[in-house]
């Protein structure tokens, strides 16, 4: 017998950067690892209640072979002799989506399908799937990205009651062609909080980390480097990696002990060692944390 797993998530397209993704919330160890599949110009998937692994996989490759997200389903449950105790949501390559609740899943369990994403959960306070839809809806019409879109449903849906279990575990992952590290891969952002008490706040945190990481620079937070470079290098006399004389000038040392600094806290996509421009989030980084 399958385990039973208990949750809420969606499986949501964003159509402007070409991005499938799924997000998730449960009590139960590490759902994330069972619950959320992803793949570029395939879909998404969350297979829960009682899950069948097997729908996740299979599912990317039937969405790959060209089937839309609701023949993708009936292919999933057509076999499955224990259909009535799944639930699993998808959404295609072309951005349709669909869900399915057993009859059998536990109470209360339901979903809703919107264009461009579905939201499912079961084991819940009623009223958690509509909050998770109405959530969506709002969040992409604003800013952000699709991975913030979908930790605001999760802070939606477990505002309105959630898993009535409680909280556990809560992951996010977000695919799109190119967009892992180093850019051969399509896992953009893969943010997994197995075992926490507050797992959503937590995902929200890491997200935010994620966004200074790896995040695209905006033009317009782009700062004159001479501007902070006295205050750069006395956090650098700090941390050691500056030995010269605190004087504002960009010298050759200042720029190389720059870069060892930036490098060693990871935000080396931030700055690419320009003398006369850097990213404000990298100053106000080193500033929070050295000064």
């Not at 994330?32 to 599949?37: C, I, L, N, T």
């Not at 891969?185 to 943010?191: F, V």
């Not at 008490?197 to 782009?222: A, C, M, N, R, W």
């Amino acid at each position: 017998m399958d385990k039973l797993i208990h949750t809420f998530s969606i499986v949501a397209y964003d159509p402007n950067k070409c991005e499938w993704g799924v997000a998730v919330q449960s009590k139960f160890l590490a759902a994330a690892a069972v619950v959320s599949w992803a793949r570029s110009n395939s879909g998404a998937v969350a297979t829960q209640s009682y899950a069948n692994v097997s729908y996740g996989y299979r599912g990317l490759d039937l969405m790959e072979e060209g089937h839309t997200a609701e023949d993708t389903i009936q292919l999933l449950i057509k076999n499955d002799e224990n259909m009535e105790q799944r639930q699993v949501g998808v959404v295609d390559r072309d951005g349709t989506a669909a869900s399915f609740t057993g009859k059998k899943c536990h109470e209360w369990a339901g979903h809703i399908v919107g264009e461009g994403y579905a939201c499912q959960g079961n084991i819940l306070i009623p009223g958690t799937v509509e909050a998770m839809a109405e959530s969506f809806e709002k969040a992409r019409q604003g800013n952000g990205e699709l991975a913030d879109w979908l930790v605001a449903v999760l802070e939606a849906g477990q505002e309105a009651g959630g898993d009535k279990r409680g909280r556990q575990a809560a992951g996010l992952l977000v695919v799109r062609e190119g967009g892992g590290y180093g850019g051969d891969n399509d896992r953009y952002l893969d943010l997994r909080v197995d075992d926490h008490p507050y797992p959503i706040q937590k995902l929200k945190q890491l997200t935010e980390s994620h966004h200074l990481y790896f995040g695209q620079v905006d033009p317009e937070d782009l700062i004159s480097l001479p501007g902070v470079s006295r205050e750069l290098q006395t956090i650098m006399k700090k941390t050691g990696h500056f030995k010269g004389e605190i004087s504002g000038l960009i010298t050759e040392d200042t720029v190389s002990a720059l870069k060892a600094l930036v490098g060693e806290e990871n935000l080396e996509e931030r700055w690419n060692g320009d003398e006369n421009l850097i990213d404000k989030k990298v100053v106000e980084y080193l500033r929070e944390k050295f000064s």
